[in-house]
């Protein structure tokens, strides 16, 4: 896989970069604290869950998984764990027996699974089903996750979730400049979480327990620092699982089976978690504006992760945002790292009220946020923002078909910035700073008087 360039990033949590086209997946001070900065925090879920026991997220371009990590890490933390809904794990052992997840076989079998009833998903749409079977779970938790990188989706659950780089698999000057910064440690992602998804691939993927592309990355000696052992070695223990049937190898399965059900406290906490919650993820190995076309289900939470506007246009276009707008809730919320003027001219063109991420950890506003209903708006668009947008940084992509290429894309977009009568954005910021600058030498001179 020539595009698998991992590497540590300041927090500690693996980052990516793509020679491709030449981006970052993850910002170089830390992917896990820029997903609880950027989409986790400033959703507050914590209000959410107190009215609600049902979820649905969107997480437009999943990558290596960091948005939906991030979110599952903070249910376990926040909402799952500090409710205490669950009874404590020593007490609690006989859960663990049983089996999660299970295969299509077995689902059609075993009338038991609390997945039978699960919520269903097919080419045309991803909702729950409101069914019943499921009522008796604590919570009712579904992922949506996008993203064309196959390879990617198969390796997020083997990733550690904390390391140091002990020698860099490639060079990038912007990145080695960024890296030298500190980063305070403020999150750490349980290890549970990676079960959870592995769970979930198996089920959703035929071919995940065979895939000859992921056995070879992740058996490759370059990349060994950047795999959790423990999670290979489950992966090896589902195979043999599946394919070891005759009797001479029952002993090692029974081993392996008390192993990783009785002695990895990981490991049952991840099942403790399965079986008193609904925990479903449907994974879409396609371009989002396709997958969107065929899916009438609405979400709660979207997180829109693509690359760059530039660099992928095709996800930043207006009328993207007109077909992210029909898929969210009345009460739901779009959240994306981009402050760009483009994209929020776009939104606020697709229906959208916009207004900023702002974070109380790094001090600053960090992206944006998009709904609905304009009371959930914390941070409004400034003056600035405003005036930004009126600008020719604010000419928004178009995409009328949602087919275009980003080539094509960006070529139109060029051609109409080139053509536009409005002000160029150097012109507005000097024209803002200049009449800034003199309303506060106004107020001084009254001040003075």
Not at 121 to 131: I, L, R, V
């Amino acid at each position: 896989m020539n595009d698998f360039c991992p590497y540590f990033t300041n927090d500690g949590s693996i980052g990516l970069y793509s020679p491709t086209v030449d981006d970052i997946y993850h910002s170089t001070y830390g992917a896990l604290t820029e997903a609880y900065e950027k989409f986790i925090l400033p959703a507050d879920f914590e209000k959410f869950f107190e009215n609600n026991n049902q979820i649905k997220i969107l997480d437009i371009c999943f990558g290596i998984g960091y948005n939906s990590k991030s979110f599952l890490n903070f249910f376990l933390e926040k909402i799952f764990n500090k409710k205490k809904y669950i009874q404590n794990i020593e007490h609690n052992a006989q859960i663990y027996t049983d089996n999660i997840l299970p295969t299509n076989e077995e689902k059609k079998s075993n009338s038991n699974s609390i997945y039978d009833d699960k919520i269903h998903t097919d080419n045309k749409s991803c909702k729950f089903s409101g069914d019943s079977a499921c009522n008796n779970k604590k919570f009712k938790i579904f992922i949506n996750a996008i993203d064309n990188d196959k390879n990617l989706l198969f390796i997020s659950p083997f990733l550690k979730n904390s390391g140091k780089n002990k020698k860099m698999l490639f060079k990038n000057e912007k990145i080695e400049k960024f890296r030298k910064v500190k980063v305070k440690k403020r999150f750490k992602l349980k290890d549970e979480i990676n079960i959870i998804l592995l769970e979930n691939l198996i089920s959703n993927f035929d071919d995940f327990l065979d895939d000859e592309n992921l056995q070879k990355i992740l058996t490759a000696k370059q990349y060994n620092q950047f795999f959790d052992k423990y999670m290979i070695d489950l992966y090896k223990y589902k195979q043999k699982i599946r394919y070891n049937k005759t009797s001479k190898h029952g002993l090692m399965t029974f081993l392996h089976n008390i192993y990783y059900r009785y002695v990895s406290k990981r490991h049952k906490k991840a099942l403790n978690c399965l079986k008193l919650n609904a925990i479903q993820m449907n994974f879409n190995c396609e371009d989002a504006r396709m997958a969107l076309l065929r899916d009438d289900a609405l979400y709660n939470f979207i997180f829109l992760d693509a690359f760059t506007p530039s660099k992928c246009p095709c996800l930043w276009s207006v009328d993207f945002f007109k077909e992210l707008y029909n898929h969210l809730e009345q009460d739901g919320m779009l959240l994306t790292y981009s402050s760009s003027a483009s994209v929020r001219h776009a939104l606020l063109a697709s229906g959208f009220y916009v207004g900023k991420i702002y974070s109380s950890l790094s001090k600053k506003y960090l992206g944006t946020v998009a709904t609905k209903n304009k009371l959930l708006i914390k941070y409004e668009l400034s003056e600035y923002d405003l005036g930004l947008i009126k600008s020719k940084a604010g000419i928004f992509y178009r995409d009328e078909n949602l087919d275009a290429l980003n080539c094509e894309i960006n070529t139109l977009h060029e051609k109409e910035v080139e053509e536009s009568d409005l002000l160029s954005s150097s012109k507005f910021i000097n024209s803002y700073k200049k009449s800034h600058n003199n309303k506060k030498e106004e107020n001084n001179y009254g001040e003075v008087l």
